[in-house]
């Protein structure tokens, strides 16, 4: 026959529930975490500034020039250097911009980690996977902007490519200007990329 005393009914419950003590302990705040994010933050708020100002510089590099005809010295015409008159110049321009937008994306990603951190370490395989991703569509763009720039700085007599910058000054200057802001990106891309993996690897350690 079952007890009806309520104290054996107490203990025979608290028998079948699963004790305190068997639980897992709550996870500790994740300090590192959250420094890691801040850092995050602080690296893509800086991608964004170095795209923007390179997108700006490389678009607002027009120069005009009077220019001798190689046929009659005598006589010169003005000609524009623009960035849109070399392919390589439009696609950095192109990239660069996507590299821009792509940071505001993941700059307010990034402050949503850090405000509900329980999305951390899904929002770190994606950043770990684009930023890799984005590193090299800058990194492409940077060296056919280079190349070309190079060319119009040194020339190539092998080819009979004449050097453009002793004329171009300006326009050369804000080539350069803009190979290297975009440089910086491609570095910072780097850490960010190496961020997200190293974060990734103590998350899931």
């Not at 300090?31 to 923007?52: I, K, P, Q």
């Not at 700006?56 to 000609?79: D, H």
């Not at 910072?188 to 350690?205: A, D, E, G, W």
């Amino acid at each position: 026959m079952a007890s009806t005393d309520p104290e054996v009914a107490k203990e025979a419950a608290q028998s079948k529930s699963p004790a305190k003590s068997d639980l897992p302990p709550p996870l500790p705040p994740a300090t590192g975490a959250v420094n890691c994010s801040v850092v995050d933050v602080v690296l893509r708020v800086l991608l964004f500034s170095a795209t923007l100002v390179a997108v700006i510089v490389m678009v607002t590099s027009e120069q005009s020039k009077l220019v001798p005809l190689p046929q009659m010295p005598t006589v010169s015409v003005k000609l524009p250097a623009k960035f849109n008159h070399s392919p390589a110049f439009i696609y950095f321009v192109a990239a660069l911009a996507v590299a821009c937008f792509y940071s505001i994306i993941t700059t307010l990603a990034s402050i949503g980690v850090i405000l509900k951190p329980a999305f951390y370490t899904k929002f770190l395989l994606y950043f770990a996977f684009l930023d890799v991703l984005m590193l090299g569509i800058v990194a492409s763009a940077t060296g056919a902007a280079g190349g070309v720039a190079y060319v119009g700085l040194k020339g190539n007599r092998h080819v009979g490519w004449v050097k453009v910058c002793s004329t171009y000054d300006k326009f050369c200057r804000y080539i350069g200007t803009s190979t290297a802001l975009a440089l910086f990106a491609a570095v910072l891309l780097v850490l960010l990329s190496m961020l997200s993996t190293y974060s990734l690897y103590k998350r899931i350690r």
